[in-house]
Nanobody, 124 residues
Framework: QVQLVESGGGLVQAGGSLRLSCAASGRTFSRNTMGWFRQAPGKEREFVAAIRWSGGSTYYADSVKGRFTISRDNAKNTVYLQMNSLKPEDTAVYYC?????????????????WGQGTQVTVSS
């Protein structure tokens, strides 16, 4: 089992920045890829970004490309999502997720472990 705990959410004005963190514990050697998804009220959960733990390849949704950056700290077993130039449409609960095996990164069902989520609210 892998446990994931997100932090760093909050309220920010449009144009501002936030950094989300996701700390992994437990069988951390079991996670192959770490991803961030988000879910706005009344909408389905959607892919935001992902990073391969080995090699560090990164992937982004078109809606956040150029504004968000995903990174990892191997020593701390932590993944970060730096969010810049935030827009009101970025408002959502952000979830960290981990894949146990190599799989496509943008498909929600390809992830085996999930955090509890952290709220991000961007005011206009």
């Amino acid at each position: 089992q892998v446990q994931l705990v997100e932090s760093g959410g909050g309220l920010v004005q449009a144009g501002g920045s936030l950094r989300l963190s996701c700390a992994a514990s437990g069988r951390t050697f079991s996670r192959n890829t770490m991803g961030w998804f988000r879910q706005a009220p009344g909408k389905e959960r959607e892919f935001v970004a992902a990073i391969r733990w080995s090699g560090g390849s990164t992937y982004y949704a078109d809606s956040v490309k150029g504004r968000f950056t995903i990174s990892r700290d191997n020593a701390k077993n932590t993944v970060y999502l730096q969010m810049n130039s935030l827009k009101p449409e970025d408002t959502a609960v952000y979830y960290c997720a981990a894949q146990a095996r190599l799989n496509v990164v943008w498909v929600l069902t390809s992830y085996d472990y999930w955090g509890q989520g952290t709220q991000v609210t961007v005011s206009s």
